[in-house]
């Protein structure tokens, strides 16, 4: 088994990277939190980890909740026992690389260990609840609750539901995320890639595509959506996007919907990501940010702290 992590009666499945994220939002909400993992030193790595990345933000002031960086910390131990990781808690996630076999054991493992009350819950991105909890004796228990890396600095969340999941369950989950912070978002029921990942794959797919047909170059691309669609996709949605760009959703549609449906026919089939586009999008991108450990540390330690301030900012004009 890898990686996990506990609150306050709940537990995370994970010491890798989202179960560090995820034990530091916990523990900003006040939970008492667990890390599990059956190796001891991936566990002292993940505190250390932890501790670090708490405590810079603290000099910085934008460590989360109301706790200090030492309180917080306070609030998170480790084990390598999973009965003893588990007893107590409420709220376990997982957090283990995406094998389904892998995950299954995992949560096989659990069903034979919890009570009716825990809920348990996977942070998967693209395996469907359906083929994770189907005949597991707490599937009523049993939910997605997908994050988007970091979670620490993106606060979405969506919450999938097993087919067999109780009503209950969703509206705990729901309501434990809004009480830490994130941001979460109900699915009605499963679809592969759920939400996120059918938007991100979508915009990915037609970059792609322009990109390997010559149109714009790999560098330009992302500036259309860094410098142009993400600057209000980081305050509204796509479906408001259209509502303020005309005299509400049906004026946009009365006016745009023949020219969107024309534009849309002309998009080809899904790209097999390979061949010579590969090679383009990877030398340009290469060039900007070559792929050295340290620079791609570097970078995403800046992408992290880009996300704090837009999340300091988004804070700051919802209170005004």
Same mark, same amino acid.
């Given at each position: 088994?890898?990686?996990?992590?506990?609150?306050?009666?709940?537990?995370?499945?994970?010491?890798?990277?989202?179960?560090?994220? +995820?034990?530091?939002?916990?523990?900003?909400?006040?939970?008492?939190v667990k890390l599990y993992d059956i190796a001891q030193e991936q566990l002292t790595t993940a505190l250390e980890n932890i501790s670090k990345q708490m405590k810079e933000?603290?000099?910085?002031?934008?460590?989360?909740?109301?706790?200090?960086?030492?309180?917080?910390?306070?609030?998170?131990?480790?084990?390598?026992?999973?009965?003893?990781?588990?007893?107590?808690?409420?709220?376990?996630? *997982?957090?283990?690389? *995406?094998?389904?076999?892998?995950?299954?054991?995992?949560?096989?493992?659990?069903?034979?260990?919890?009570?009716?009350?825990?809920?348990?819950?996977?942070?998967?991105?693209?395996?469907?609840?359906?083929?994770?909890?189907?005949?597991?004796?707490?599937?009523?228990?049993?939910?997605?609750?997908?994050?988007?890396?970091?979670?620490?600095?993106?606060?979405?969340?969506?919450?999938?539901?097993?087919?067999?999941?109780?009503?209950?369950?969703?509206?705990?989950?729901?309501?434990?995320?809004?009480?830490?912070?994130?941001?979460?978002?109900?699915?009605?029921?499963?679809?592969?890639?759920?939400?996120?990942?059918?938007?991100?794959?979508?915009?990915?797919?037609?970059? +792609?595509?322009?990109?390997?047909?010559? /149109?714009?170059?790999?560098?330009?691309?992302?500036?259309?959506?860094?410098?142009?669609?993400?600057?209000?996709?980081?305050?509204?949605?796509?479906? *408001?996007?259209?509502?303020?760009?005309?005299?509400?959703?049906?004026?946009?549609?009365?006016?745009?919907?023949?020219?969107?449906?024309?534009?849309?026919?002309?998009?080809?089939?899904?790209?097999?990501?390979?061949? *010579?586009?590969?090679?383009?999008?990877?030398?340009?991108?290469?060039?900007?940010?070559? /792929?050295?450990?340290? /620079?791609?540390d570097a970078r995403r330690k800046w992408r992290d702290e880009c996300l704090t301030g837009l999340a300091k900012?988004?804070?700051?004009?919802?209170?005004?």
């Amino acid at each position: 088994l890898l990686n996990t992590g506990l609150l306050i009666g709940g537990f995370f499945f994970s010491s890798g990277l989202i179960g560090r994220s +995820w034990a530091m939002v916990f523990a900003a909400g006040g939970f008492k939190v667990k890390l599990y993992d059956i190796a001891q030193e991936q566990l002292t790595t993940a505190l250390e980890n932890i501790s670090k990345q708490m405590k810079e933000m603290e000099k910085l002031g934008v460590l989360k909740g109301a706790l200090s960086a030492e309180q917080q910390l306070a609030l998170i131990s480790v084990c390598t026992d999973l009965k003893a990781a588990v007893e107590g808690a409420t709220f376990i996630q *997982e957090c283990t690389p *995406e094998n389904l076999e892998l995950k299954k054991k995992i949560f096989g493992q659990l069903d034979l260990t919890v009570g009716d009350s825990v809920i348990l819950s996977s942070s998967t991105s693209c395996l469907l609840p359906s083929k994770l909890f189907t005949g597991l004796k707490h599937v009523k228990q049993c939910i997605v609750s997908h994050p988007v890396n970091p979670p620490y600095f993106v606060p979405l969340v969506e919450i999938v539901p097993h087919p067999e999941t109780d009503p209950s369950t969703t509206e705990r989950t729901y309501a434990l995320m809004k009480k830490i912070g994130q941001s979460p978002v109900k699915l009605n029921r499963e679809i592969e890639g759920f939400v996120l990942n059918r938007l991100q794959y979508a915009v990915i797919s037609e970059a +792609w595509r322009l990109v390997g047909e010559g /149109v714009i170059s790999p560098t330009d691309l992302d500036l259309v959506m860094s410098d142009g669609l993400g600057m209000r996709y980081a305050f509204i949605g796509p479906l *408001e996007t259209m509502h303020l760009n005309a005299e509400g959703v049906s004026s946009y549609c009365e006016r745009y919907a023949e020219g969107m449906k024309l534009v849309l026919n002309t998009f080809g089939p899904v790209p097999e990501f390979s061949g *010579e586009t590969v090679q383009k999008v990877n030398q340009a991108l290469s060039e900007k940010i070559p /792929v050295v450990p340290k /620079v791609l540390d570097a970078r995403r330690k800046w992408r992290d702290e880009c996300l704090t301030g837009l999340a300091k900012l988004k804070t700051q004009m919802k209170s005004d």
